[in-house]
């Protein structure tokens, strides 16, 4: 699996649009970006994947540059019930995920 | 609710005592992992099983012994842990290559 770097904590005002950004830039060509979140004590949640195009659901959206070497997750109206970790993961297999230490954001009222 | 159900979902043992985590899945899932998130770590893979054969041992001691009686349910086996061992340990499950994880809620266990 292909390193990734996201910083390690962000705010976020409630309502606002979060972008959180992940650079994998060793990442190759069959490698996905996987998102997922953990809020405090629970089991982290899956939110979105994608390989080269951008990808929407109705938690959040993906933007991967052409190049492939990083990528942003966009969470349109951040609630407080979105202050979490966000992990970003550049995975081939889509099991075997080793997690790093994500970027914690808070979402302030 | 997730799908993945672990218990107990707190757990406090002495380090002489033996105990086991349950995992069950109800995803139609053919691979089941444990992880383990210690404070302010990240999460730590221990055992892989696809298809109930443990593809991965991650390095961890004996002291963990993981059982994968068949595709739905997963265990980990404890006996003579280390205070340093409590954790939340988490269980999780998958079907496609490409498709992630579904984790349950996990299981916080203290070693006393």
Partial sequence: DAKTTQPTSMDCAEGRAANLPCNHSTISGNEYVYWYRQIHSQGPQYIIHGLKNNETNEMASLIITEDRKSSTLILPHATLRDTAVYYCIASMTGNQFYFGTGTSLTVIP | ETGVTQTPRHLVMGMTNKKSLKCEQHLGHN??????????????????????????????????????????????????????????????????????????SGTRLTVV
């Fill in chain 2, 31 to 104: 691979a089941m992992y444990w992880y383990k998130q210690s404070a302010k770590k990240p999460l730590e893979l221990m055992f892989v099983y696809s298809l109930e054969e443990r593809v991965e041992n991650n390095s961890v001691p004996s002291r963990f012994s993981p059982e994968c009686p068949n595709s739905s349910h997963l265990f980990l086996h404890l006996h003579t842990l280390q205070p340093e061992d409590s954790a939340l340990y988490l269980c999780a499950s998958s079907q496609a290559w490409q498709y992630g994880y579904t984790f349950g």
